[in-house]
Every structure is written in structure tokens, then in C-alpha cells.
């Protein structure tokens, strides 16, 4: 069983910073790729970043280039999202993932995830 329990969304200004965060559980974490999804109200759930097994390389959604970085810490087991320059359109609930198998590179897709946090609200206000 994997657990992910993720941390760090609340309410934000435009132009301000978040931290989120991800702590898995389970497996051994240095293996697997993980992700980071969000979804707005109405809307599909959407791939916003995504980090290789081995760190690199890593993929952004192209509204989200620029201003987000995904990055993970293997001795703590936790991936990590860096928005700045957040934009009201950022406002969504976000999804930390992890894929059933190991060694993933370039994951994408949310059917490639099984394993999916509560996930966390960001609001951004204009």
C-alpha cells in the first residue's frame, strides 16, 4: 500500500508562492516517478509536472513552464512543486501521484497513476 499526504496549498495573492508538498509512503520512493496533477471545478483533471524516477528529465504543462518546479528529496521521501507568480487561473485542487511500477520516466498521462493523494486547495486570488 502507498500512502501520499500532501501539504502546503491554501489561499495565495497573484504574483505570490507556494510550496506544496507530497510525503510518500510504502515503497521505496528513489524508484518511481511522481507526479503532480490538478483539477479546477468542471474541469478534467489535468497533468501540471512531473519528475523521472531518476530526477530527470521532467515535464511541465506549457501554463505552468517558467513558473513551477517540481523537484523531490529521496532521504525524506517527498516531492515537492514550487508554483510562483501564481495567476487566479492557478486555482484548483492539486493531486500528488505515483505510478504502479518502477523506473518510470516522462509520465504524463493520469491513467499511468494509481496512486493518488487527497489532495490539496490553492486559491489564488486576483
Known amino acids: 500500500q502507498v500512502q501520499l499526504v500532501e501539504s502546503g496549498g491554501g489561499l495565495v495573492q497573484a504574483g505570490g508562492s507556494l510550496r506544496l508538498s507530497c510525503e510518500a509512503s510504502?515503497?521505496?520512493?528513489?524508484?518511481?516517478?511522481m507526479g503532480w496533477f490538478r483539477q479546477a471545478p468542471g474541469k478534467e483533471r489535468d497533468i501540471v509536472a512531473s519528475v523521472s524516477w531518476t530526477g530527470a528529465p521532467t515535464y511541465y504543462a506549457d501554463s505552468v513552464k517558467g513558473r513551477f518546479t517540481i523537484s523531490r528529496d529521496n532521504a525524506k521521501e517527498t516531492v515537492y512543486l514550487q508554483m510562483n507568480s501564481l495567476k487566479p487561473e492557478d486555482t484548483a485542487v492539486y493531486y500528488c501521484?505515483?505510478?504502479?511500477?518502477?523506473?518510470?520516466?516522462?509520465?504524463?498521462?493520469?491513467?499511468?497513476?494509481?496512486?493518488w493523494g487527497q489532495g490539496t486547495q490553492v486559491t489564488v486570488s486576483s
Open positions: 501521484a505515483a505510478p504502479r511500477g518502477p523506473y518510470g520516466i516522462n509520465l504524463v498521462s493520469p491513467t499511468e497513476y494509481v496512486y
Open positions: 510504502g515503497r521505496t520512493f528513489s524508484m518511481y516517478a
